[in-house]
Nanobody
Framework: QVQLMESGGGLVQAGGSLRLSCVASGISLALISFYDMAWYRQPPGKQRELVATITAGGTTDYADSVKGRFTIARDSAKKTVDLQMSSLKPEDTAVYFC?????????WGQGTQVTVSS
């Protein structure tokens, strides 16, 4: 059973930066490299939304709202996927979730809170 653990959330002022990290456990280095990974977020009172994805092959994609500000990267040797967030805005405030997917198997972390003050 794959387990995902996020870290790095916190309180930051608008314009600041944060780096979120997600580490996978319960899975081998070889297998995790085949998973597509992603970061989602759920703002207060809103539905969960996709923020950024990185495929097993390293292709990345971003929500329009974060393009040019956020960068997703994975390190399969460490079984991690990071989200570097810059130029943060109050509307980036949300619980951020790590996601791992292969075929019909989907796994979620418990989330980490990011709060951006104006």
């Amino acid at each position: 059973q794959v387990q995902l653990m996020e870290s790095g959330g916190g309180l930051v002022q608008a314009g600041g930066s944060l780096r979120l990290s997600c580490v996978a456990s319960g899975i081998s280095l070889a297998l995790i490299s085949f998973y597509d990974m992603a970061w989602y977020r759920q703002p207060p009172g809103k539905q969960r939304e996709l923020v950024a994805t990185i495929t097993a092959g390293g292709t990345t994609d971003y929500a329009d709202s974060v393009k040019g500000r956020f960068t997703i990267a994975r390190d399969s040797a460490k079984k991690t996927v990071d989200l570097q967030m810059s130029s943060l805005k109050p509307e980036d405030t949300a619980v951020y979730f790590c996601n791992a997917k292969i075929t019909r198997n989907v796994y979620w972390g418990q989330g980490t809170q990011v709060t951006v003050s104006s």
